[in-house]
Nanobody
Framework: QVQLVESGGGSVQAGGSLRLSCAAS????????MGWFRQAPGKEREGVAH????????YYGDSVKGRFTISRDNAKNTVYLQMNSLKPEDTAMYYC??????????????WGQGTQVTVSS
């Protein structure tokens, strides 16, 4: 099965930037849909962005559109989330998810362990 490992989380001041990474392993082909989700205490999980690994087609949730960028490096089996203009409301645990799909819906079969992002005012 697919294993996912996130990294790059940390603490940053409002207006700053972070780049998260999700490294995938345990599969033979690159036809995955991979995405980022986040969950803050007391709130439901929210889809942030996803990308189809075959052609690089992307989708963004309304709350991060224009500030976050998802990208891929197929040679490294890795997906990145560049987060700019961070706000305190972006504070959450960020999770990487994946599915064998064309990103017609949010990927949710495989999950990483999460990486914490904290944005202070």
């Amino acid at each position: 099965q697919v294993q996912l490992v996130e990294s790059g989380g940390g603490s940053v001041q409002a207006g700053g930037s972070l780049r998260l990474s999700c490294a995938a392993s345990g599969y033979a082909y690159s036809s995955l849909c991979m995405g980022w989700f986040r969950q803050a205490p007391g709130k439901e999980r929210e889809g942030v962005a996803h990308i189809y690994m075959v052609d690089g087609d992307t989708y963004y949730g309304d709350s991060v559109k224009g500030r976050f960028t998802i990208s891929r490096d197929n040679a490294k089996n890795t997906v990145y989330l560049q987060m700019n203009s961070l706000k305190p409301e972006d504070t959450a645990m960020y999770y990487c998810g994946a599915d064998w799909s064309r990103c017609a819906s949010w990927p949710g079969h495989y999950w990483g362990q999460g990486t914490q992002v904290t944005v202070s005012s």
